[in-house]
């Protein structure tokens, strides 16, 4: 770890205010998506215990709706409710309510079958049976129900920052793609205390006796739409545009601190993942988006690139990244990967990019075509002098350059490939590399520049004059830090840029950073 | 008081009541006896609809059950169940106050009425504030006693009242039962398929089989007059000590002798049992039992010999009639 580096404590002590933000919008997401699934999932589970035949279909549906992933609900919610919180409550409520349903029945039908008759003896109605009887003793069932329910909804809401929802998985995941270990805390430490304190504090109101719990019932509602509500003052201001960048490009000096200290740029903004932004953007959700330059969704939707007239954001050239001790076991393997440099453009990279991620064509597929088109392609050898190991970070262009790598490794050499795609973000990949768990990556020269090596602001200033003196810089570095070597570039710089819809970026004169900040300051 | 026609309940392919008819009149003890599943449980929970008959229908005065609405006609009848079903979240008082709470009674007439038939019960006040796993199960099957009396309705029906509790305490609260003042004034339909608490605490009794009455009587009708085989057959084990209970001193009066040896001691009424006599005695040699027919202001003194000699005489006499 780095020396500079700030302890935690001294972490959490900086960013006060937005991990304040954060934790309220996180205990707010988890208790209006709880609220709601109260009313939904305990109606809905005194329902099935009157028709025993619907008990089934219902519990089997809330238990499908259970097993989804958490980003893959996520994901289904946005074509349908868009992003920010409106998808995030529901897909938090649809994880809440297996467990509230299923103690609500199981509470109510375990009541004594001879206390329900002599309640209905002695000439009870319907519904006194229910509020008299069966609802106080089924209660304890019922509020493990709930407790359960929220501790799952503080876990799965560290996920809704994915969605532009915030909460503390602003924190988790932007630090993942830092490599802050700090920022991963951050988040981590106070999403494990507020599951750890809200199931304490629910063990002790179930085990409350009967008749406190009488009094419970009605201050619960109360408590529960105060808690929702902190969800809504962190987010009570607007503006004129909204930004939507990425956890990492959130925390990053070439990223959104870089904007607000070069060019003073203030903009509502909120944070989302990569993988939904530019639907966003195209959706009008988003109007100003961080993306990479050659991210073939650009194309896609419309969207223009503003000129960094500053120059902020430094070039991040690509090129396989190399452990030392995989290029002396497999002598031909940097021949083989050099076999691609200085090829792909940046046009190559977005046209291959725009096939993969809006044509939806295989990462395979559109490796294969372009290396045959490029007469590069040579069927496999079937290699048997061990296995070279590929890793690739979780985005479409990295899928392609891997597979390009693996096709040329077993077309070239006697080296057979596996592959390890899809790592969840620079520290994923770059862990993985450290560890030995594989032996190359494809990497750029600004994330190893910044946030692997994590150099000060001076010597990145110094860097940026020139694109070689970066790729100089991390090489050297790399090599003595990590015993990692840095190949030669492909050829293509996947710089962060800032982008608008091109329709409105031409309606609001929009050309550079700088006329953003313009027109945002203009009233 | 209670009038039921033809009542019919089918459970799947299985006839659980098979046209039941019976008559209950006010103040009369009627006990459904018989053996798990001949129907007498499901007879009983059709005259509060607790279960709805196929067909058929009850009149509790007069009134066609199936005409009113359910919820109030169960406020106006009492129910006692087996494992008494008090409701563990309540306490003791709030349990004896739930049909007064449904009955919109004001909060003051609810706590005098709940103390004074916690009295007659002979539990404490005390006890109101507790709950129910804090007591016996003797004292809880009071308190469902005391819960389906409370707000004094003319008929109680009892499924199985004293099933859960052990012999001690059941003899002991049959004796309270007998004695309860607040019982006597009411219309009662015990389920029960214990055949010496049946002859006990019965005026007539029901017997029944596979969702029928096989013969509905006095307890000295089925004793004596059995209907058919089943109905011999189903006293036979008991018979002795069944016959000691429903023989009383009167119906051997006349076998017992006369050779006055009044002594001006305590005497047992005549209206005893035979079974109530031979507990009162001592069994001291050449002892003596005195024994008062008040109708007649008769007194006899007898021996242990001379009681078994009568009993055998009016037996023997039976079978000849």
């Not at chain 1, 329902?47 to 980003?71: C, D, F, M, N």
């Not at chain 1, 630090?175 to 494990?192: D, E, H, K, Q, R």
Request: net charge positive; aromatic share 8%.
């Amino acid at each position: 770890m780095n020396e500079q580096q700030p302890t935690l404590w001294q972490f959490m002590q900086q960013q006060a205010d937005k991990l304040g933000v954060q934790t309220l919008q996180h205990i707010g997401l988890t208790f209006i998506s709880l609220f709601i699934a109260v009313l939904i999932g305990l109606p809905l589970g005194i329902y099935i215990t009157r028709k025993k035949g619907l008990s089934g279909t219902v519990l089997g549906i809330a238990g499908i709706l259970q097993t989804i992933p958490s980003i893959a609900l996520l994901g289904f919610m946005i074509p349908v409710l868009g992003i920010g919180a409106k998808p995030a409550i529901v897909a938090l409520l649809l994880y809440a309510l297996l467990p509230i349903i299923r103690n609500t029945y199981t509470g109510i039908t375990g009541v004594d079958a001879v206390v329900k008759e002599a309640a209905v003896a002695m000439g009870m109605s319907r519904w006194q049976v229910l509020f008299k009887v069966e609802l106080p003793l089924a209660m304890p069932v019922i509020l493990a129900g709930i407790r359960t329910a929220t501790v799952i909804n503080v876990g799965v809401a560290t996920l809704a920052s994915y969605i532009a929802a915030g909460g503390l998985g602003e924190f988790i995941f932007g630090g993942i793609s830092l490599n802050n270990t700090n920022m991963i805390l951050a988040g981590a430490i106070p999403a494990a205390l507020l599951a750890i304190i809200f199931d304490f504090l629910l063990s002790k109101v179930q085990k409350l006796n009967f008749k406190k719990i009488k009094g419970a019932v009605k201050v619960a509602p109360i408590f529960l739409i105060v808690l929702s509500c902190l969800y809504f003052i962190p987010s009570a201001y607007g503006g004129k545009l909204t930004a939507g960048f990425t956890p990492e490009f959130m925390g990053r000096q070439d990223g959104n601190l870089g904007l607000q200290s070069e060019y003073g740029l203030s903009i509502h903004t909120i944070v989302i993942s990569d993988a939904v932004m530019y639907k966003a953007a195209q959706e009008k959700e988003l109007d100003v988006i961080s993306g990479y330059s050659t991210d073939g969704r650009l194309k896609a939707y419309g969207l223009t690139v503003l000129d960094d007239d500053k120059k902020i954001f430094p070039p991040y050239y690509a090129a396989p990244i190399v452990r030392e001790d995989a290029l002396k076991k497999f002598p031909n393997l940097e021949k083989t990967l050099n076999l691609l440099s200085g090829i792909i453009n940046d046009s190559v990279m977005t046209e291959l990019n725009y096939r993969t991620d809006y044509l939806h064509q295989t990462p395979e597929r559109v490796a294969k075509d372009f290396l045959v088109q490029q007469k590069l392609f040579k069927p496999s050898r079937g290699g048997q002098e061990g296995i070279v190991r590929i890793g690739s970070k979780i985005f479409g262009e990295q899928y392609i350059l891997a597979e390009m790598y693996s096709m040329l490794i077993k077309g070239y050499t006697n080296y057979d490939v596996a592959t390890k795609t899809g790592l969840g973000g620079t520290k994923i990949c770059f862990d993985a590399m450290t560890n030995n768990q594989i032996d190359l990556y494809p990497e750029y020269t600004g994330t190893g520049l910044l946030a692997i090596l994590q150099a000060s602001p001076a010597t990145v200033t110094t860097l940026q004059v020139n694109k070689d003196s970066t790729y100089n810089y991390v090489q050297r570095q790399f090599k003595s830090r990590y015993n990692i070597k840095w190949l030669k570039p492909i050829g293509f710089n996947n710089a962060y840029a800032l982008m608008m819809r091109g329709q409105q970026a031409k309606q609001l004169h929009i050309k550079t950073i700088s006329d953003l900040k313009r027109y945002l300051e203009s009233k | 008081m209670i009038k039921v026609e033809r009542l019919v309940k089918t459970f799947g392919t299985t006839k659980a009541v098979d046209d039941i008819s019976f008559e209950v009149a006010g103040g009369e003890t009627l006990v459904l006896l018989g053996t798990s599943g001949c129907g007498k449980t499901t007879t009983l929970k059709m005259l509060n609809r607790l279960i709805e008959p196929d067909s058929g229908t009850t009149y509790i005065n007069r009134q066609n059950v199936l005409q009113q609405s359910a919820d109030l006609l169960r406020r106006g009848v009492g129910y006692v169940l087996q494992n008494n079903g008090l409701f563990p979240h309540y306490t003791i008082g709030e349990n004896i106050a739930i049909v007064p709470n449904l009955l919109k009674w004001d909060k003051a007439k609810i706590e005098k009425r709940t103390k004074e038939i916690i009295e007659k019960l002979n539990l404490s006040a005390d006890q109101l504030n507790a709950y129910p796993n804090e007591l016996s199960g003797g004292q809880q099957q009071r308190i469902g006693l005391a819960r389906a009396l409370v707000a004094d309705p003319p008929v109680l029906l009892m499924d199985e009242p004293f099933g859960a509790l052990d012999n001690v305490t059941r003899s002991k609260i049959h004796e309270e039962f007998k004695a309860l003042d607040e019982l006597k004034r009411k219309t009662i339909i015990m389920v029960t398929h214990d055949v010496q608490e049946a002859f006990e605490l019965a005026d007539r009794i029901a017997l029944m089989d596979k969702g029928k009455i096989v013969q509905l009587g006095t307890p000295a009708e089925l004793l004596f007059n059995p209907a058919n085989d089943f109905v011999s057959r189903f006293l036979q084990q008991e018979r002795l000590q069944l016959e000691f209970r429903t023989i009383k001193l009167q119906d051997i009066w006349g076998h017992l002798p006369t050779d006055g040896r009044q002594i001006n001691t305590s005497a047992l009424s005549a209206a005893a049992s035979i079974w109530q006599a031979l507990e009162a005695f001592k069994f001291d040699p050449n002892e003596n039992l005195n024994v008062i027919d008040q109708q007649n202001k008769e007194i006899k003194s007898v021996t242990f010999n001379e009681l078994m000699s009568a009993y055998s005489q009016y037996k023997t006499l039976r079978r000849h009639e």
